[in-house]
Nanobody, 123 residues
């Protein structure tokens, strides 16, 4: 499985962005998908994840109520809608796929990673 993340950019605080992650391969619909982020000088952290069918989702407390993960299995794509962005959301955002259908919050649960897309939120 190859993952290609896109949609990052520069946005002012309070603004919105939507990230996309397109996956290759016929088994996308059976994978849990997650978004993680890594700010400069910090470890990669969990943002959100969704089960293979989109019915179970988890969010980090820091993004709950502002970010929404969704997926379109027909398009092999997972999305991250980010609203009310804050400067502390600035990071490289990575999408990841797990062969375990249920979503997880640990990076070690994920088998495939995209290349990352940079999100910069100015104050």
């Amino acid at each position: 499985v190859q993952l290609q993340a896109s949609g990052g950019g520069l946005v002012q605080a309070g603004g919105s962005l939507r990230l996309s992650c397109a996956a290759s391969g016929r088994t996308f619909s059976s994978y849990a998908m997650g978004w993680f982020r890594q700010a400069p000088g910090k470890e990669r952290e969990f943002v959100t994840a969704t089960a293979w069918n989109g019915r179970t989702t988890y969010y980090a407390d820091s993004v709950k109520g502002r970010f929404t993960i969704s997926r379109d299995n027909a398009k092999n794509t997972v999305y991250l809608q980010m609203n009310t962005l804050k400067p502390e959301d600035t990071a490289v955002y990575y999408c990841a796929a797990s062969r375990i259908p249920a979503p997880g919050i640990r990076t070690t649960l994920y088998d495939y990673w995209g290349q990352g897309t940079l999100v910069t939120v100015s104050s």
